[in-house]
């Protein structure tokens, strides 16, 4: 008499497949309005910049019209750059950032 072979058993867990969320760049766009020391300022509250790296990005985003400032996850980027283009709104200056996915 042969013996039927034995099954081990085993239990298969699958997980769900997690895809890191998309991150988005907040763009600083150039305008020839807004002083280039109010828009240091807001880059360093807004941003966390340190003065010379803020000076370097407002400097980059003048001579050639635009300067991705950071990175963020979509939420994070869209409120940073609201906020940033709102309080220049609110002094008068056409301050504007903007986000755009990251390819």
Same mark, same amino acid.
């Given at each position: 008499?042969?013996?039927?072979?034995?099954? &081990?058993? %085993?239990?298969?867990?699958?997980? &769900?497949?997690? #895809?890191? &969320?998309?991150? =988005?760049?907040?763009?600083?766009?150039?305008?020839?309005?807004?002083?280039?020391? +109010?828009? @240091?300022? @807001?880059?360093?509250? #807004?941003?966390?910049?340190?003065? #010379?790296?803020? $000076?370097?990005? *407002?400097?980059?985003? =003048?001579?050639?019209?635009?300067? @991705?400032?950071? @990175?963020? !996850?979509?939420?994070?980027?869209?409120?940073?750059? %609201?906020?940033?283009?709102? $309080?220049?709104?609110?002094?008068? +200056? !056409?301050? *504007? +950032? %903007?986000? #755009? &996915?990251?390819?």
């Amino acid at each position: 008499m042969v013996d039927a072979p034995v099954k &081990p058993k %085993t239990t298969t867990k699958t997980r &769900p497949k997690l #895809e890191r &969320p998309r991150l =988005h760049k907040v763009i600083l766009i150039n305008d020839d309005y807004t002083p280039r020391d +109010f828009v @240091v300022m @807001v880059l360093k509250a #807004e941003f966390g910049m340190g003065e #010379e790296r803020a $000076y370097k990005v *407002m400097i980059t985003a =003048h001579r050639r019209g635009v300067c @991705v400032i950071a @990175v963020y !996850p979509r939420d994070v980027a869209e409120t940073k750059a %609201t906020r940033a283009s709102d $309080y220049g709104k609110k002094l008068g +200056f !056409p301050l *504007m +950032f %903007t986000t #755009e &996915p990251e390819e």
